[in-house]
Nanobody, 133 residues
């Protein structure tokens, strides 16, 4: 039974930090790309970042959306099959539900050409991040 469970969301002031976690089970973690996707109120799904267990070189192992580059860092614990999203210098425009997505086909080329789709890969239920003073 495939499971992805996000946690760590909450209410934070602008400039603050949060760490999201995505605990996974039920699939071959080492062969998947794990992505973070967000959906702001009234908007569509947006790729945020990913970390790939399939990349052939380090340069392709992680990716960040331009809007979060330099502020967010993705990391993983292979032993615990868990992926983290460290979010610093949060802005009100980061307010969204953040989802964890597992898909072996996600690459830099895919995220830069195609938007996320809930019918591709495995998804968690999401965790709310609200950035407000």
């Amino acid at each position: 039974d495939v499971q992805l469970e996000e946690s760590g969301g909450g209410l934070v002031q602008p400039g603050g930090s949060l760490r999201l976690s995505c605990v996974t089970s039920g699939f071959a973690f080492s062969t998947y790309t794990i992505a973070w996707v967000r959906q702001a109120p009234g908007k569509g799904l947006e790729w945020v970042s990913f970390i790939s267990n399939r990349a052939k070189n380090i340069a392709d192992a992680t990716w960040y959306a331009h809007s979060v580059k330099g502020r967010f860092t993705v990391s993983k614990d292979d032993a615990k099959k868990t992926v983290f999203l460290h979010m610093n210098d949060l802005k009100p425009e980061d307010t969204a539900v953040y989802y964890c997505n597992a898909d072996p086909h996600v690459t830099k080329m895919v995220v830069e050409v195609h938007g996320p789709r809930k019918d591709y890969g495995f998804w968690g239920q999401g965790t709310q991040v609200t950035v407000s003073s």
